[in-house]
C-alpha cells in the first residue's frame, strides 16, 4: 500500500501529519509530502484514516 498527495490540493492544514506522522510530514512549503515508500502494515490504518480526514481530498492511499 502506497499514499501519495496532490500538492496543487494540498493547503497544508497539517491534519494528516498529526494523525499519521510516520507517513505524511509538512515539508518547507508547507505542504503535506509522503515520507515512506511502502506504507508498514501497521500504519496503513492511520494513513487511511489520514486520507478520510483531509477537508481537500489531496491524499490517495491504496
Ligand atoms: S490533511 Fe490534506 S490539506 Fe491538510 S496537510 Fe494533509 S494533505 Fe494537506
Request: with cysteine.
Amino acid at each position: 500500500m502506497k499514499a501519495s498527495v496532490d500538492r496543487d490540493i494540498c493547503i497544508g492544514c497539517g491534519l494528516c501529519e498529526i494523525t499519521c506522522p510516520e507517513v505524511f510530514e509538512l515539508d518547507d512549503e508547507m505542504i503535506s509530502t509522503v515520507i515512506v515508500d511502502e506504507i508498514p502494515e501497521d500504519l496503513e490504518e492511520c494513513a487511511q484514516e489520514a486520507e478520510e480526514e483531509c477537508p481537500v481530498t489531496a491524499i490517495t492511499v491504496g
